[in-house]
């Protein structure tokens, strides 16, 4: 594993926890020297991300839409800072050859990163790992709710195991190590038929 797409909120108005969780996460995958894709953002939980990451000595890569380096300043001490058109084309970039995803608390930006990742995964075109950093619980309700989609046969049961949580971020070494394997022929198993389990 040598890259990862992190998704995290660019807020600056986030309680002290949710700060200290990207940071400690940017230390620990800087220091494994995981190369960090992100939305470029130099604020919230996205600026956290990077400038400690940066600081462990990683390389953090970052890709803005145009039209947000108008509002949401990019970070000036990255890697890279690539400036696309659109949003679709910045969810793209962020995946594109992309070993794993982990998202960190979020808003709706974060949410619609982080389903397109799980939809991709369901239906084979991703492969990697989806692990979410739960800081104080932040994705219980989330998980809970994907699960009630799963009883409800929404989903395949199977799916659960497309993403894994963590509490500390210390943890997502292991986490990424241990998450269970997916195969591209999960198109298979993408459609919930009466036979599903």
């Known amino acids: 594993m040598q890259r990862v797409t992190v998704y995290a909120a660019s807020s600056?108005?986030?309680?002290?926890?949710?700060?200290?969780a990207a940071r400690r996460l940017g230390k620990t995958l800087g220091e494994a020297k995981l190369t960090i894709m992100y939305g470029g953002g130099?604020?919230?939980?996205?600026?956290?991300?990077?400038?400690?990451?940066?600081?462990?000595?990683?390389?953090?890569?970052?890709?803005?839409?145009e039209f947000l380096t108008r509002v949401e300043a990019g970070h000036p001490g990255l890697t890279s800072l690539e400036v696309v058109d659109d949003m679709r084309t910045r969810k793209a970039r962020m995946l594109e050859a992309s070993d794993a995803v982990i998202?960190?608390?979020?808003?709706?930006?974060?949410?619609?990163?982080?389903?397109?990742?799980?939809?991709?995964?369901?239906?084979?075109?991703?492969?990697?790992p989806i692990i979410l950093i739960n800081t104080g619980g932040y994705y219980d309700g989330l998980l809970d709710f994907l699960k009630h989609s799963v009883d409800e046969r929404f989903m395949n049961r199977t799916h659960l195991n497309m993403w894994q949580s963590v509490a500390e971020p210390e943890q997502i070494l292991s986490a990424l190590g241990a998450?269970?394997?997916?195969?591209?022929?999960?198109?298979?198993?993408?459609?919930?038929?009466?036979?599903?389990?």
């Open 103 to 128: 998202a960190l608390p979020g808003g709706c930006g974060t949410f619609e990163e982080l389903f397109e990742a799980m939809t991709l995964k369901r239906l084979g075109q991703f492969l990697g």
């Open 12 to 20: 600056q108005a986030l309680a002290a926890d949710y700060i200290n």
């Open 42 to 65: 130099g604020h919230g939980l996205m600026g956290a991300l990077a400038d400690s990451a940066l600081a462990a000595g990683g390389e953090v890569h970052g890709v803005i839409p």
């Open 179 to 197: 998450a269970p394997s997916w195969s591209a022929d999960a198109m298979a198993e993408a459609a919930v038929t009466r036979s599903s389990r």
